[in-house]
């Protein structure tokens, strides 16, 4: 069982802060379990509250919805939403060996910039859903 965050929730959207570490796929399964997907984040505010809160809880890595696994360098949404935001650091997503498949929140660039990286790398996660 996962070790996530009570409920937080922000402008109608509840969110969970998992602090065991999964691969991006059981971390999405997770999420599934509680009803919810990984995280969309889709505007400035989102980002800033999701910061907020990761930095409550860890100070490292964590898988949010976005893959590229159907088609190599097109990111979608795990929940299918699309968003003109994004806040990629810079030089990411790079493929980085070329198997970087997931994207994650990334504490060690300004900003929380995402970074991709390979989707069995064992990372938190967040949790997000309609608020109940
Ligand atoms: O330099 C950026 C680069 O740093 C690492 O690769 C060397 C990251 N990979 C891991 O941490 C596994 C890359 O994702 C990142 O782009
Ligand atoms: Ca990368």
Redesign the pocket.
Known sequence: EPACSDVKTFQGHDYLFCNNQEPWQDAAAYCSSFGMRLATINSINEEGFVHAMANMFSTQKWWIGLNDRATEGVYTWENGETSSYSNWYAG???N?GGN?DCGQLNRYYPDHGW???PCGLHYRFICEGEEN
Do not use: K, V, W
Request: aromatic share 0%.
């Open positions: 990411e997503p790079n980085a970087e970074n991709d990286e």
